[in-house]
């Protein structure tokens, strides 16, 4: 399969996605995690740290350093973008290509993507399963992180970038999931990619369904 790269030269530009209208962008307010997914979703944030297709996948750490709440679509931009539109564009609907024998638990996945991609969700740094620990950045932990991020103030050192999620979109039953992964290092420094995960055996695996992602 074909895979693309999205080079964009901004954080701003790396975070627009088809559809997503010009100015201000308002968000949904911040909800805590659905009881019903958070067991599957922190397993899947857990193991896309450990080994999710990342920038300075084998940099030596000493925390985590993620974004408190989850990347979400502005509430006046549509989940599933309208033709007309597309252009420099990270939207799951365009970057994905299930295969033909699975269509119908990817539908389901869209479809709840579709109905979920305004939300935004509050993490807990207590539900993810990592040996190194996790450091939730308030938004404004995130602007003093971003005004140095090599040589970050004290209590952010040792974190080797700045992580990023979007809440995790299941087909009915959960064996297949979608989410975003994003690590920022610097003004001109990061990627972003829609990862598509499937349970085997109790554990989430990448599937190669992603044809295109995004880097700066």
Not at 96 to 119: F, G, I, N, S
Request: proline share 7%; charged share 25%.
């Amino acid at each position: 399969m074909r895979t693309l790269a999205v080079l964009l030269t901004c954080l701003g530009l790396a975070t627009l996605m088809p559809g997503q209208p010009s100015g201000t962008p308002r968000f949904a307010k911040p909800t805590a995690m659905p009881g019903e997914r958070a067991e599957d979703s922190y397993a899947i944030y857990s193991q896309l740290l450990k080994s999710g297709p990342i920038e300075w996948r084998n940099v030596s750490r000493k925390q985590w350093l993620i974004e408190e709440t989850t990347n979400a679509l502005p509430l006046d931009a549509a989940c599933q973008p309208a033709s007309d539109v597309h252009g420099i564009g990270m939207n799951p609907h365009d970057v994905v290509k299930a295969p033909e024998d699975r269509q119908t638990e990817w539908k389901e996945v869209l479809a709840d993507y579709d109905q979920h991609c305004h939300d935004v969700i509050r993490l807990d740094n207590q539900s993810f399963r990592t040996k190194v620990p996790v450091r939730l950045l308030s938004a404004e932990d995130q602007k003093r992180f971003r005004k140095n991020p090599i040589n970050p103030p004290a209590e952010f050192a040792d974190g080797a970038g700045l992580h990023r999620f979007t809440e995790v979109f299941f087909n009915a039953n959960h064996t297949l999931a979608l989410a975003e992964e994003g690590m920022w290092c610097g003004s001109r420094c990061g990627n972003w990619v829609w990862v598509v995960l499937e349970r085997r055996e109790g554990r989430w695996e990448v599937l190669p369904w992603v044809h295109t992602f995004a880097v700066s």
